[in-house]
Protein backbone atom coordinates (compact mmCIF):
# COMPACT_ATOMS: atom_id res chain seq x y z
CA UNK A 1 0.00 0.00 0.00
CA UNK A 2 2.63 2.46 0.73
CA UNK A 3 4.54 1.85 -3.10
CA UNK A 4 2.30 4.89 -4.55
CA UNK A 5 3.45 7.28 -1.84
CA UNK A 6 6.76 6.59 -1.98
CA UNK A 7 7.09 6.94 -5.65
CA UNK A 8 5.18 10.17 -5.62
CA UNK A 9 7.54 11.42 -2.88
CA UNK A 10 10.50 10.76 -4.83
CA UNK A 11 9.51 12.27 -7.81
CA UNK A 12 8.51 15.12 -6.10
CA UNK A 13 11.73 15.23 -4.18
CA UNK A 14 13.58 15.30 -7.69
CA UNK A 15 11.13 17.91 -9.73
CA UNK A 16 10.03 20.33 -6.67
CA UNK A 17 10.43 23.73 -5.65
CA UNK A 18 11.57 24.21 -1.83
CA UNK A 19 11.80 27.11 0.02
CA UNK A 20 14.00 30.49 -1.52
CA UNK A 21 17.22 30.96 0.10
CA UNK A 22 17.03 34.66 1.79
CA UNK A 23 13.35 33.99 1.80
CA UNK A 24 11.86 34.52 5.67
CA UNK A 25 8.77 32.59 5.96
CA UNK A 26 5.64 31.42 8.40
CA UNK A 27 4.49 27.56 8.52
CA UNK A 28 1.16 26.67 7.81
CA UNK A 29 0.59 22.83 8.90
CA UNK A 30 -1.47 20.62 5.72
CA UNK A 31 -2.21 18.12 7.84
CA UNK A 32 -2.54 15.29 5.17
CA UNK A 33 -0.86 16.40 1.62
CA UNK A 34 -1.19 13.51 -0.77
CA UNK A 35 0.38 13.72 -4.65
CA UNK A 36 -3.05 13.80 -7.58
CA UNK A 37 -0.93 11.48 -9.64
CA UNK A 38 -0.69 9.25 -6.72
CA UNK A 39 -3.81 8.62 -4.94
CA UNK A 40 -3.73 6.51 -2.02
CA UNK A 41 -5.71 3.43 -1.62
CA UNK A 42 -7.66 2.94 1.86
CA UNK A 43 -10.61 0.80 3.23
CA UNK A 44 -13.29 -0.54 1.37
CA UNK A 45 -11.76 0.35 -2.24
CA UNK A 46 -11.39 3.64 -1.45
CA UNK A 47 -8.96 5.87 -3.09
CA UNK A 48 -7.92 9.39 -1.37
CA UNK A 49 -6.02 12.51 -2.64
CA UNK A 50 -6.35 16.14 -1.48
CA UNK A 51 -6.87 19.11 -3.18
CA UNK A 52 -5.09 22.12 -2.23
CA UNK A 53 -6.35 25.77 -3.06
CA UNK A 54 -3.87 28.83 -2.54
CA UNK A 55 -5.18 32.77 -3.51
CA UNK A 56 -2.62 35.49 -3.41
CA UNK A 57 -4.06 38.63 -2.51
CA UNK A 58 -1.30 40.55 -0.99
CA UNK A 59 -1.31 43.02 -4.11
CA UNK A 60 2.06 41.72 -4.61
CA UNK A 61 4.29 38.21 -5.79
CA UNK A 62 4.88 36.17 -2.65
CA UNK A 63 6.87 32.57 -2.49
CA UNK A 64 4.91 30.12 -1.18
CA UNK A 65 6.90 26.58 -0.92
CA UNK A 66 7.27 24.02 -1.02
CA UNK A 67 5.11 22.10 -4.32
CA UNK A 68 5.97 19.66 -7.41
CA UNK A 69 6.33 21.79 -10.58
CA UNK A 70 7.73 18.68 -12.65
CA UNK A 71 11.46 20.10 -12.68
CA UNK A 72 13.88 17.14 -12.58
CA UNK A 73 17.16 19.21 -13.48
CA UNK A 74 20.04 18.28 -11.38
CA UNK A 75 20.52 22.11 -11.07
CA UNK A 76 16.80 22.94 -10.91
CA UNK A 77 14.28 25.28 -12.66
CA UNK A 78 14.34 27.96 -10.17
CA UNK A 79 11.99 29.34 -8.56
CA UNK A 80 8.95 32.18 -9.17
CA UNK A 81 6.59 33.64 -6.66
CA UNK A 82 3.04 33.35 -6.89
CA UNK A 83 1.41 36.51 -9.01
CA UNK A 84 -1.17 38.48 -7.38
CA UNK A 85 -4.66 37.59 -7.55
CA UNK A 86 -3.81 34.38 -8.72
CA UNK A 87 -6.11 31.06 -7.75
CA UNK A 88 -3.40 28.70 -7.91
CA UNK A 89 -3.38 24.69 -7.28
CA UNK A 90 -0.27 23.36 -5.86
CA UNK A 91 0.98 20.31 -6.02
CA UNK A 92 1.93 20.10 -2.28
CA UNK A 93 3.05 16.56 -0.67
CA UNK A 94 4.62 15.09 2.07
CA UNK A 95 8.60 15.02 2.00
CA UNK A 96 8.48 12.74 4.44
CA UNK A 97 6.73 8.64 3.68
CA UNK A 98 5.85 8.06 7.26
CA UNK A 99 4.60 11.27 7.88
CA UNK A 100 0.78 12.16 5.70
CA UNK A 101 1.44 16.17 6.41
CA UNK A 102 3.77 18.91 5.54
CA UNK A 103 4.64 22.50 6.33
CA UNK A 104 3.44 24.88 3.44
CA UNK A 105 5.29 27.99 3.73
CA UNK A 106 4.07 31.39 3.21
CA UNK A 107 6.83 34.38 2.51
CA UNK A 108 6.06 37.02 5.55
CA UNK A 109 4.69 39.13 5.84
CA UNK A 110 1.67 38.45 3.83
CA UNK A 111 0.54 35.34 5.32
CA UNK A 112 -2.69 37.09 6.81
CA UNK A 113 -3.04 37.95 3.23
CA UNK A 114 -2.76 34.56 1.72
CA UNK A 115 -6.33 32.21 1.30
CA UNK A 116 -5.58 28.87 1.07
CA UNK A 117 -8.09 26.01 0.40
CA UNK A 118 -7.51 21.93 1.49
CA UNK A 119 -9.83 19.57 0.54
CA UNK A 120 -9.56 15.24 1.06
CA UNK A 121 -12.29 13.19 -1.38
CA UNK A 122 -12.54 9.77 -1.94
CA UNK A 123 -12.28 9.42 -6.40
CA UNK A 124 -13.91 6.00 -6.23
CA UNK A 125 -16.87 8.05 -5.43
CA UNK A 126 -16.53 11.66 -6.09
CA UNK A 127 -20.00 11.28 -8.04
CA UNK A 128 -21.24 11.27 -4.57
CA UNK A 129 -19.37 13.66 -2.70
CA UNK A 130 -16.67 16.66 -3.45
CA UNK A 131 -14.61 15.74 -0.43
CA UNK A 132 -14.45 17.11 3.41
CA UNK A 133 -12.68 20.13 4.28
CA UNK A 134 -9.33 19.87 6.59
CA UNK A 135 -7.93 22.16 8.66
CA UNK A 136 -4.90 24.23 7.81
CA UNK A 137 -2.89 25.09 11.26
CA UNK A 138 -0.68 27.98 11.60
CA UNK A 139 2.06 27.00 13.53
CA UNK A 140 1.11 29.68 16.15
CA UNK A 141 -1.98 27.21 16.95
CA UNK A 142 0.54 24.55 18.14
CA UNK A 143 0.39 24.60 21.81
CA UNK A 144 2.53 22.96 24.95
CA UNK A 145 -1.07 22.53 27.04
CA UNK A 146 -3.37 19.95 27.02
CA UNK A 147 -5.51 19.40 23.34
CA UNK A 148 -9.19 17.96 23.95
CA UNK A 149 -11.40 16.48 20.93
CA UNK A 150 -14.94 16.06 22.42
CA UNK A 151 -17.21 13.32 20.91
CA UNK A 152 -15.44 10.78 19.09
CA UNK A 153 -17.63 8.07 18.15
CA UNK A 154 -16.84 4.55 19.09
CA UNK A 155 -18.93 2.10 16.80
CA UNK A 156 -18.64 -0.44 14.73
CA UNK A 157 -20.06 1.89 11.58
CA UNK A 158 -16.88 3.91 11.61
CA UNK A 159 -13.27 3.64 11.82
CA UNK A 160 -11.66 6.63 13.50
CA UNK A 161 -7.85 7.97 13.72
CA UNK A 162 -6.09 9.84 15.74
CA UNK A 163 -3.11 11.85 14.14
CA UNK A 164 -0.79 14.05 16.44
CA UNK A 165 1.61 16.74 15.21
CA UNK A 166 4.52 18.21 16.82
CA UNK A 167 7.08 20.97 17.03
CA UNK A 168 10.31 21.59 19.11
CA UNK A 169 14.25 21.04 18.80
CA UNK A 170 13.65 17.16 20.26
CA UNK A 171 14.00 13.56 19.84
CA UNK A 172 11.82 10.77 20.54
CA UNK A 173 9.16 13.45 22.32
CA UNK A 174 5.95 11.61 23.79
CA UNK A 175 2.59 12.45 24.79
CA UNK A 176 0.24 11.07 26.66
CA UNK A 177 -3.35 10.02 25.53
CA UNK A 178 -5.80 9.87 27.56
CA UNK A 179 -9.39 8.49 26.64
CA UNK A 180 -12.99 9.12 28.33
CA UNK A 181 -16.23 7.63 27.79
CA UNK A 182 -19.03 10.56 27.79
CA UNK A 183 -21.94 8.50 28.87
CA UNK A 184 -25.44 10.09 29.70
CA UNK A 185 -24.04 11.66 32.66
CA UNK A 186 -22.14 14.07 30.34
CA UNK A 187 -25.72 15.55 30.56
CA UNK A 188 -25.59 16.45 34.31
CA UNK A 189 -23.34 19.46 34.95
CA UNK A 190 -20.19 18.61 37.25
CA UNK A 191 -20.16 15.39 36.26
CA UNK A 192 -16.98 14.08 35.43
CA UNK A 193 -16.05 11.99 32.12
CA UNK A 194 -15.13 7.89 33.07
CA UNK A 195 -11.28 7.56 32.31
CA UNK A 196 -11.44 4.09 29.91
CA UNK A 197 -7.85 4.46 28.54
CA UNK A 198 -4.45 6.05 29.27
CA UNK A 199 -1.52 5.21 27.56
CA UNK A 200 1.93 7.54 26.54
CA UNK A 201 2.28 7.75 22.64
CA UNK A 202 6.47 8.74 20.90
CA UNK A 203 6.33 10.71 18.13
CA UNK A 204 8.58 10.08 15.27
CA UNK A 205 11.04 13.09 14.60
CA UNK A 206 11.83 14.13 11.11
CA UNK A 207 15.31 14.04 9.66
CA UNK A 208 17.74 17.18 10.52
CA UNK A 209 17.54 18.15 7.07
CA UNK A 210 13.42 18.20 7.14
CA UNK A 211 12.56 19.52 10.16
CA UNK A 212 11.43 23.10 8.21
CA UNK A 213 8.77 20.91 6.41
CA UNK A 214 8.21 17.75 8.37
CA UNK A 215 6.54 17.95 12.25
CA UNK A 216 7.06 15.28 14.61
CA UNK A 217 4.15 12.45 13.92
CA UNK A 218 2.28 9.67 15.69
CA UNK A 219 -0.77 8.37 14.68
CA UNK A 220 -3.44 5.67 16.32
CA UNK A 221 -6.52 4.15 16.68
CA UNK A 222 -7.72 5.54 19.99
CA UNK A 223 -10.22 2.81 20.53
CA UNK A 224 -8.85 -0.35 19.47
CA UNK A 225 -8.39 -1.85 23.21
CA UNK A 226 -11.45 -0.20 24.37
CA UNK A 227 -14.58 -2.50 24.99
CA UNK A 228 -17.07 -0.17 25.78
CA UNK A 229 -18.68 1.43 22.98
CA UNK A 230 -20.53 5.14 22.89
CA UNK A 231 -19.02 8.50 22.95
CA UNK A 232 -15.55 8.95 23.49
CA UNK A 233 -13.38 12.37 24.63
CA UNK A 234 -9.84 12.42 23.79
CA UNK A 235 -7.01 14.25 25.31
CA UNK A 236 -3.96 14.42 24.16
CA UNK A 237 -1.06 16.33 26.73
CA UNK A 238 2.74 17.16 25.92
CA UNK A 239 4.34 14.79 28.36
CA UNK A 240 8.40 16.48 26.94
CA UNK A 241 9.23 19.61 27.94
CA UNK A 242 9.49 22.56 25.30
CA UNK A 243 7.44 20.38 22.41
CA UNK A 244 4.21 21.82 20.92
CA UNK A 245 1.45 19.72 19.76
CA UNK A 246 -2.16 20.04 17.63
CA UNK A 247 -4.09 16.99 16.74
CA UNK A 248 -7.05 15.98 15.11
CA UNK A 249 -9.15 12.87 14.60
CA UNK A 250 -11.07 11.38 11.22
CA UNK A 251 -13.62 9.14 12.00
CA UNK A 252 -14.94 7.81 8.15
CA UNK A 253 -18.19 5.88 7.66
CA UNK A 254 -17.54 2.02 6.72
CA UNK A 255 -20.56 2.44 4.28
CA UNK A 256 -20.23 5.98 2.36
CA UNK A 257 -16.65 6.92 3.24
CA UNK A 258 -18.01 10.15 4.31
CA UNK A 259 -15.26 11.65 6.84
CA UNK A 260 -15.98 13.83 9.51
CA UNK A 261 -13.40 16.03 11.22
CA UNK A 262 -12.91 16.32 14.87
CA UNK A 263 -10.58 19.14 15.81
CA UNK A 264 -9.95 21.00 18.90
CA UNK A 265 -11.80 24.15 19.62
CA UNK A 266 -10.73 26.84 22.79
CA UNK A 267 -13.21 29.14 23.65
CA UNK A 268 -10.76 31.97 23.07
CA UNK A 269 -10.02 30.89 19.23
CA UNK A 270 -13.92 30.62 18.57
CA UNK A 271 -13.27 34.51 20.04
CA UNK A 272 -10.78 35.52 17.64
CA UNK A 273 -12.26 34.29 14.83
CA UNK A 274 -15.48 36.31 15.06
CA UNK A 275 -13.09 39.43 15.46
CA UNK A 276 -12.98 42.08 12.49
CA UNK A 277 -9.51 42.13 10.31
CA UNK A 278 -8.83 44.71 11.68
CA UNK A 279 -8.85 43.72 15.59
CA UNK A 280 -7.25 40.56 14.95
CA UNK A 281 -3.49 40.47 15.73
CA UNK A 282 -1.09 39.96 12.35
CA UNK A 283 -1.54 35.74 12.41
CA UNK A 284 -3.53 33.78 10.21
CA UNK A 285 -6.63 32.06 11.25
CA UNK A 286 -7.73 28.54 10.44
CA UNK A 287 -8.93 26.86 6.84
CA UNK A 288 -11.41 28.37 4.85
CA UNK A 289 -10.18 32.21 5.29
CA UNK A 290 -7.23 33.34 5.43
CA UNK A 291 -3.57 31.15 5.88
CA UNK A 292 -3.63 30.69 9.13
CA UNK A 293 -9.04 25.46 11.27
CA UNK A 294 -3.73 7.44 7.73
CA UNK A 295 -1.90 5.61 8.32
CA UNK A 296 0.37 7.12 5.80
CA UNK A 297 -0.25 4.27 3.68
CA UNK A 298 -4.00 4.73 4.10
CA UNK A 299 -5.39 7.84 4.68
CA UNK A 300 -8.50 6.63 7.23
CA UNK A 301 -7.07 3.31 8.25
Known amino acids: ?151 VPDSEGFRVMLRIYGIGDLDNSTVRVRTFSLDESALIPGSVPVLVSDQIVTLRSPAASLTRYVPHYAEMIPFQSVSSPGRKLIEITPATPGLRIWAFATVTNNETQQITIVTPQRSADIAANKMSDAEKSPRPVLSGSRSPSVRHDSVDQ
Open 1 to 151: MRFPMIVSVALFLSGSALAQEGVQYSRVLLPISILEAFPVPGAFGSQWTTDLWVRNDAGVPVYMAPYYDGCHLPEGCGQYPVTAGVAWRPQSVTLDVSVPGVFFQIQRPFENQVDIELRVRDLSRQSESWGTELPTVPEESFTSEKVTLFD
